[in-house]
């Protein structure tokens, strides 16, 4: 499995909307076969910055993933709003395994 961090820094106005437009995105994604979580948090101590955690069944999960019209439609709306541009980092899940994530049916 994969997982992959995305670390977001908004614009100060841009939070709410922003929020907004990640819900709704986030909401399309869980629902998507190879996703197994889809987790979006925001910074306590400085709430323009968010984290998005998403846990993928496969590398190609990820691909399909930004290639689905929510995703696109997210990234497209939020540009405007990023104080800076997104990072991501990739990685492979150890534990726990495969077997030990709860999985949607």
Do not use: C
Request: glycine share 2%.
């Amino acid at each position: 499995m994969q997982m992959v961090h995305v670390y977001i820094h908004v614009k100060p106005e841009a939070v709410d909307a922003f929020r907004e437009a990640t819900l709704r995105n986030a909401r399309f994604s869980v629902r998507e076969p190879g996703i197994v979580r889809f987790d979006l948090i925001q910074q306590t101590d400085d709430p323009t910055r968010f984290v998005l955690m998403e846990i993928y069944r496969s590398p190609e999960a990820s691909e399909a993933h930004r290639a689905t019209e929510h995703f696109t439609t997210w990234r497209d709306t939020v540009a405007e709003m990023m104080a800076e541009p997104r990072t991501a980092m990739r990685y492979t899940t150890v534990f726990p395994e495969a077997a030990g994530w709860e999985l949607p049916s």
